[in-house]
């Protein structure tokens, strides 16, 4: 497959049309699969904020000098106030914020980027990202697949990667149970999330900080002859991670 970054895209703003903007710099084809960075999606969707939007209650006030006093850094408690009025359930407040979106994303502080905002505090991750990916895939030509991507780091693992949180056109993963390896044995549980294995390829390609292209196009992939399922966060039931994590204390 080819991937390559849509070239000379501008500041998004609030009320940008991203689907004409990269309908007007790339031929697309209907089996294209367009990756678009969440940065840029809640840019369109006006979603930032400043510091002062979030006078901090007692809660957020009690995690600041919790992480203070871990840290040795100060901590505002008004972005902690942001982080816990954007999301639906805080899966441990120490040594940093653990949290779920309400679209069942888990990721530290919310999702919230402090960088690359240039005209306010905070940048928040998508309300709805498979909509606004939705909305993105509906109104480009021929209708590609749209990804909407962010950067997380992983348990167990140093560094970050691209990672898939919204979605459209395409299924989130591959399923290949049923199906047989090369010695025949039939696979018992193999399902392949395969928007966060292009996400991860995407993000070679769009690189990070202040050189960085928000969309790429991934060109000449396959989904091939296989059922597709969009379970892709897992819920508390059967997430033991996080059932563990319920019960752990941080022990400093």
Same mark, same amino acid.
Request: aromatic fraction near 6%; glycine fraction near 8%.
């Given at each position: 497959?080819?991937?390559?970054?849509?070239?000379?895209?501008?500041?998004?703003?609030?009320?940008?049309?991203?689907?004409?903007?990269?309908?007007?710099?790339?031929?697309?084809?209907?089996?294209?699969?367009v990756c678009v960075a969440s940065t840029v999606v809640s840019k369109a969707e006006g979603r930032t904020a400043d510091l002062?939007?979030?006078?901090?209650?007692?809660?957020?006030?009690?995690?600041?000098?919790?992480?203070?006093?871990?840290?040795?850094?100060?901590?505002?408690?008004?972005?902690?106030? =942001?982080?816990?009025?954007?999301?639906?359930?805080?899966?441990? =407040?120490?040594?940093?914020?653990?949290?779920?979106?309400?679209?069942?994303?888990?990721?530290?502080?919310?999702?919230?980027?402090?960088?690359?905002?240039?005209?306010?505090?905070? +940048?928040? +991750?998508?309300?709805?990202?498979?909509?606004?990916?939705?909305?993105?895939?509906?109104?480009?030509?021929?209708?590609?697949?749209? +990804?909407?991507?962010?950067? =997380?780091?992983?348990?167990?693992?140093?560094?970050?990667?691209?990672?898939?949180?919204?979605?459209?056109?395409?299924? !989130?993963?591959? &399923?290949?149970?049923?199906?047989?390896?090369?010695?025949?044995?039939?696979?018992?549980?193999?399902?392949?999330?395969?928007?966060?294995? +292009?996400?991860?390829?995407?993000?070679?390609?769009?690189?990070?900080?202040?050189?960085?292209?928000?969309?790429?196009?991934?060109?000449?992939?396959?989904?091939?002859?296989?059922?597709?399922? &969009?379970?892709?966060?897992?819920?508390?039931?059967?997430?033991?991670?996080?059932? !563990?994590?319920?019960?752990?204390?941080?022990?400093?």
């Amino acid at each position: 497959m080819e991937l390559f970054a849509v070239p000379d895209l501008p500041e998004i703003r609030e009320g940008d049309d991203l689907a004409a903007m990269i309908a007007d710099r790339v031929d697309l084809r209907e089996d294209d699969v367009v990756c678009v960075a969440s940065t840029v999606v809640s840019k369109a969707e006006g979603r930032t904020a400043d510091l002062d939007d979030f006078p901090p209650g007692p809660r957020a006030t009690e995690i600041a000098r919790n992480l203070e006093e871990i840290s040795g850094d100060e901590k505002d408690p008004r972005f902690a106030q =942001a982080v816990l009025e954007n999301c639906t359930d805080v899966v441990m =407040a120490e040594p940093f914020i653990l949290t779920e979106a309400p679209f069942g994303h888990v990721s530290v502080n919310a999702g919230i980027d402090r960088s690359n905002v240039p005209d306010h505090d905070l +940048l928040l +991750l998508p309300e709805r990202p498979s909509e606004s990916a939705g909305h993105v895939h509906e109104s480009l030509p021929e209708s590609p697949p749209v +990804l909407v991507t962010d950067t =997380a780091g992983r348990s167990f693992r140093h560094g970050q990667r691209a990672l898939t949180i919204g979605w459209a056109g395409m299924p !989130a993963s591959r &399923d290949w149970r049923g199906e047989t390896d090369r010695d025949g044995h039939e696979l018992q549980v193999t399902v392949q999330s395969v928007v966060d294995e +292009l996400a991860g390829a995407a993000n070679l390609v769009s690189g990070e900080g202040d050189g960085g292209d928000p969309v790429v196009i991934v060109r000449d992939w396959e989904f091939g002859d296989h059922d597709g399922s &969009d379970n892709l966060f897992r819920e508390m039931r059967g997430d033991f991670v996080r059932q !563990a994590l319920r019960v752990w204390e941080f022990d400093q």
